[in-house]
Nanobody, 116 residues
Framework: QLVESGGALVQPGGSLRLSCHAS????????IQWFRQAPGKEREGVAC????????YYSESAKGRFTISRDSAENTVYLQMNNLKPEDTAVYYC???????????WGQGTQVTVSS
């Protein structure tokens, strides 16, 4: 099970840190992606962390502002978001995927609203 938290209403230029906590399995064996979906738009990937190599990838809109990280002890993945913009408003989801086993988990989403 994956549970996201940390979404909130924040002013433009502000910061948020989203959390994605896993229970029942270890995130170490999973590639993690953060997606978001704004009203009327398709779901898009914003950040990805590979399972063990430590590689990270970001969408063009997230580069330089968002940082994905893991805390193995807490079995949690974070998405630090800085300099937030109104266009970042969306429901943010985390996804954990193990390509070897085929297991794939989604969280329930957390709402981020950027508005003055």
């Amino acid at each position: 099970q994956l549970v996201e938290s940390g979404g909130a209403l924040v002013q433009p230029g502000g910061s948020l840190r989203l959390s994605c906590h896993a229970s029942g399995f270890s995130l170490e064996d999973y590639a993690i992606q953060w997606f978001r979906q704004a009203p009327g738009k398709e779901r898009e990937g914003v950040a990805c962390a590979s399972s063990r190599e430590g590689n990270t990838y970001y969408s063009e809109s997230a580069k330089g502002r968002f940082t994905i990280s893991r805390d193995s002890a807490e079995n949690t993945v974070y998405l630090q978001m800085n300099n937030l913009k109104p266009e970042d408003t969306a429901v943010y989801y985390c996804n954990a995927q193990n390509t070897q086993s085929g297991r794939n988990y989604w969280g329930q989403g957390t709402q981020v609203t950027v508005s003055s």
